[in-house]
């Protein structure tokens, strides 16, 4: 369905199977070295969602090919999977897959009191979609405007296993997460809180 223009939600793409194996990936990738951190913001405030980067690593605001505000190990690798998945994602939602590469996966880790504040995403330096996978416990997702970080919004709930791409005049809407429910993850998935996998185009040459 289009939630606004270029703005499509595919509920419930991944089958539980899918979702299963995305799940056991992400535990790999939180893995260190090069692993799930928390974000520093340059004003002293700490991101309650934990973050692991792949493909290229990015710190407030500017991605870079090593965890320079963690460890420094250089960024776990693109997987090949990804890009697949980040293809069929499009062609599911627009009918027709993007044609860049997608190269960076942000994969955030919400428990039940974590949430993101209304932000826009800007430091790509492509106009490609961006794509969200949910994994897990339901969230409130909250769509707002391009010009501001207040009203008007929409609050919708992302369920496990929905897909979102964000796309044209869509990619430059503030969004956050205000939200966790907490239990509220498919039986049969064992998982507490909530995965967000976020697929990008960095712009940028390695
Ligand atoms: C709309 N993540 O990683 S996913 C982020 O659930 C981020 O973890 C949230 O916002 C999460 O930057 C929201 C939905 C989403 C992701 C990227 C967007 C919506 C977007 C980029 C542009 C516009
Ligand atoms: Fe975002």
Same mark, same amino acid.
């Given at each position: 369905?289009?939630?606004?223009?270029?703005?499509?939600?595919?509920?419930?793409?991944?089958?539980?199977?899918?979702?299963?194996?995305?799940?056991?990936?992400?535990?790999?990738?939180?893995? /260190?070295?090069?692993?799930?951190? *928390? @974000?520093?913001?340059?004003? !002293?405030?700490?991101?309650?969602?934990?973050?692991?980067? =792949? $493909?290229?690593?990015?710190? /407030?605001?500017?991605?870079?090919? *090593? @965890?320079?505000?963690?460890? !420094?190990?250089?960024?776990?690798?693109?997987?090949?999977? =990804? $890009?697949?998945?980040?293809?069929?994602?499009?062609?599911?939602?627009?009918?027709?897959?993007?044609?860049?590469?997608?190269?960076?996966?942000?994969?955030?880790?919400?428990?039940?009191?974590?949430?993101?504040?209304?932000?826009?995403?800007?430091?790509?330096?492509?106009?490609?979609?961006?794509?969200?996978?949910?994994?897990?416990?339901?969230?409130?997702?909250?769509?707002?405007?391009?010009?501001?970080?207040?009203?008007?919004?929409?609050?919708?709930?992302?369920?496990?296993?929905?897909?979102?791409?964000?796309?044209?005049?869509?990619?430059?809407?503030?969004?956050?997460?205000?939200?966790?429910?907490?239990?509220?993850?498919?039986?049969?998935?064992?998982?507490?809180?909530?995965?967000?996998?976020?697929?990008?185009?960095?712009?940028?040459?390695?």
């Amino acid at each position: 369905a289009e939630v606004a223009p270029g703005a499509v939600l595919v509920p419930d793409w991944l089958d539980l199977e899918r979702q299963r194996e995305l799940v056991a990936a992400c535990r790999e990738w939180a893995r /260190p070295p090069a692993g799930m951190r *928390t @974000v520093q913001t340059p004003g !002293g405030g700490v991101m309650t969602a934990k973050q692991v980067c =792949l $493909g290229w690593h990015w710190s /407030p605001y500017r991605f870079t090919a *090593t @965890v320079e505000d963690g460890d !420094g190990r250089p960024v776990k690798p693109f997987p090949p999977l =990804l $890009g697949e998945l980040a293809h069929s994602a499009t062609e599911a939602a627009y009918g027709e897959a993007e044609p860049s590469e997608y190269d960076v996966a942000l994969i955030n880790y919400y428990d039940a009191d974590a949430r993101m504040g209304m932000h826009q995403d800007k430091d790509e330096r492509s106009d490609a979609s961006v794509i969200s996978l949910s994994l897990g416990d339901t969230c409130v997702f909250r769509f707002g405007n391009t010009e501001s970080r207040s009203r008007p919004y929409t609050d919708l709930e992302l369920r496990s296993g929905d897909l979102f791409v964000f796309g044209g005049p869509s990619r430059q809407a503030f969004h956050g997460v205000p939200r966790i429910l907490p239990g509220t993850a498919p039986a049969g998935l064992v998982l507490t809180g909530r995965l967000n996998i976020t697929l990008r185009v960095s712009g940028l040459d390695r």
